[in-house]
């Protein structure tokens, strides 16, 4: 790709150790951005560091973005060392499976923390540099809060509430120049989705459900969200982007004919 459309622009993404994070500090480095690349495990994210683009600049900062007071002095540190901050990618999640009946308070609130509490700190304390640099923000959201899974009451919860604070933020902020707005990936070929991998019959049912008839790969993701954050996008503020193979397509009902 010759293409640099983010030559001199400074972005932060959450969650950038592994998976979908790891493919857009690539595809932004790609693409000649600074890119800080944020998580809680410093080996993870060196190793996805080292395995960007040759000649990208991706800098590597631990931080939980479950902890305010981690994730603010961050931004803080970033805004200082490169004087803007362009794009927030709010792409660190975590799930734990269970029913409401059957999760427990701890479990129910380590989702919500990362998910969307750690949505809230990274975006308050990077606004008023986006504002600056008339910058956005790209939440990944999942298609999972689009609609409910069987089994994943507090993601699904989590993620559903993601979908209404883009709204939200897109409302607040977008007449200030800041575009805010989400992608929505299905199955994606991650590590943490390496179990669904290893089991034939559930891969099997996915493909019965994605009319593409495969999951998608990190950097499929990554595309979109490097879309939504371009000038390419200009005039595109709280949209929500299915990035699923045309999951959400379906009515739900099985196939018939």
């Known amino acids: 790709m010759s293409e640099r459309r ?23 480095g790609r693409e000649g951005a600074t890119v800080v690349s944020v998580g809680r495990t410093a080996e993870k994210l060196k190793r996805a560091a080292a395995e960007a683009p040759a000649g990208s600049a991706v800098v590597p900062r631990v931080a939980d973005v479950a902890d305010e007071s981690s994730i603010t002095a961050l931004i803080a540190d970033v805004a200082e060392a490169y004087g803007r901050l362009d794009v927030l990618v709010n792409n660190a999640a975590t799930a734990v499976p269970g029913t409401v009946e059957h999760l427990d308070a701890a479990a129910w609130r380590q989702v919500f923390a990362t998910d969307i ?16 640099a008339r910058g ?13 899974d069987w089994g994943l009451a507090a993601y699904n919860s ?35 989705a390496e ?63």
């Not at 956005?136 to 409910?148: E, R």
Request: with cysteine; net charge positive; glycine share 12%.
């Open 6 to 28: 983010f030559d001199g622009k400074v972005v932060v993404v959450t969650g950038g150790g592994s998976g979908i994070g790891a493919a857009t500090v690539a595809r932004f």
């Open 117 to 132: 509490d750690g949505v809230f700190f990274a975006s308050k304390a990077a606004l008023p540099q986006l504002r600056r």
């Open 136 to 148: 956005c923000i790209v939440n990944v959201g999942s298609v999972s809060g689009l609609g409910a």
């Open 158 to 192: 989590a993620k559903g509430a993601l979908v209404n604070l883009t709204n939200a933020m897109a409302l607040d902020h977008g007449g200030e120049g800041v575009r805010v707005n989400a992608v929505h990936p299905s199955l994606t070929r991650t590590s943490v």
């Open 195 to 257: 179990p669904i991998f290893q089991s034939e019959a559930v891969l099997d049912a996915f493909r019965q459900r994605i009319p593409m008839q495969r999951a998608a790969e990190p950097a499929e993701v990554a595309d979109v969200i490097a879309f939504l954050a371009s000038s390419d996008a200009r005039f595109v503020n709280g949209a929500h982007i299915p990035v699923d193979g045309g999951l959400s397509a379906s009515s739900g009902q099985p196939r018939m004919f």
